[in-house]
C-alpha cells in the first residue's frame, strides 16, 4: 500500500513539473512577442515612411518674386519707353524689376544712344515716372561695343518678349541685350510665371526671333 501511493505521489510530482515548464515556455513566448510589437524594428517589420510631399514651401527667391511682381503697377515696356523718353535719341539696351529703397517696385533700365553713350534712368514701378537719367562710366571701346552691338540688333525688345511670352505666358521682369557665348547678339528675356514663380528665361535670337536657350529658374 504505502508503495503504491508512493508511486502515484510520484506520478503526479512528474506530472505538475510538466506542466509548470509548459506554462513557463508559454508565458516567456508571450512575453517575446510582446517585445517585438512594441519595438517595431525587431519583429521584422520596417516602419512606414512618411509620404513625400509633391510641392514644398516656396524658396527665397520665389518669395521674392511673389512680393515683387504684384507690387509693379507699370510694365517693362511703360518702364522702356520712359526710361527712352528721359534720354533723347536713345535705344532700350536694358530693364529690370528691382526692389528699391523702402522696398517700393522700381525698374532700372539702361538706354543709349547711337554712338553707344549709355545712361541709367531708374522708373518708380507704381508711378511709372522716371527720374533723372545717369550717364554710365564707359570708355571707348564700351561705347564702340554697344553701338556696334545696337546696329546689329534688328529685334527690338518688343518684339524678343513677344516671342518669349508666346512661347510661355507670364509677366517679363527682365529685358536685356546681350550677346550669347557664340558672340551673337540676344535678347535675354525673363519670364515669371505666378502659378509657381519660377522665373524663365529665353535667349532670343536679335536678328531673326528665333529663340536659342530656354532655361527655367526653379531657385
Not at 554710365?136 to 564700351?142: A, K, L, M, S, V
Request: proline share 4%; charged share 30%; hydrophobic share 35%.
Amino acid at each position: 500500500m504505502n508503495t503504491y501511493r508512493m508511486g502515484r505521489n510520484a506520478q503526479r510530482t512528474r506530472a505538475t513539473a510538466a506542466l509548470v515548464a509548459l506554462l513557463t515556455a508559454s508565458a516567456v513566448l508571450v512575453g517575446c512577442g510582446d517585445d517585438n510589437d512594441k519595438g517595431g524594428e525587431a519583429s521584422g517589420t520596417p516602419k512606414p515612411s512618411a509620404t513625400p510631399t509633391t510641392s514644398g514651401p516656396l524658396t527665397e527667391d520665389q518669395r521674392s518674386r511673389k512680393a515683387l511682381i504684384p507690387a509693379a503697377k507699370t510694365s517693362y515696356n511703360q518702364a522702356l519707353k520712359a526710361a527712352t523718353a528721359a534720354v533723347e535719341g536713345s535705344k532700350p539696351v536694358a530693364v529690370e524689376l528691382k526692389r528699391g529703397a523702402g522696398g517700393k517696385p522700381e525698374w532700372h533700365a539702361k538706354v543709349a544712344t547711337e554712338d553707344g553713350t549709355a545712361s541709367s534712368v531708374r522708373v518708380d514701378a507704381v508711378s511709372g515716372k522716371a527720374d533723372r537719367p545717369r550717364a554710365e562710366d564707359e570708355d571707348g571701346d564700351d561705347k564702340k561695343k554697344l553701338a556696334d552691338r545696337l546696329r546689329r540688333a534688328t529685334v527690338t525688345a518688343q518684339q524678343a518678349v513677344a516671342t518669349a511670352t508666346g512661347k510661355k505666358s507670364g509677366t517679363v521682369s527682365a529685358v536685356e541685350l546681350d550677346d550669347n557665348d557664340q558672340k551673337k547678339e540676344i535678347w535675354s528675356v525673363d519670364v515669371v510665371t505666378k502659378n509657381d514663380w519660377n522665373k524663365t528665361t529665353f535667349d532670343v535670337d536679335a536678328t531673326d526671333r528665333k529663340i536659342l536657350r530656354e532655361h527655367v529658374d526653379r531657385d
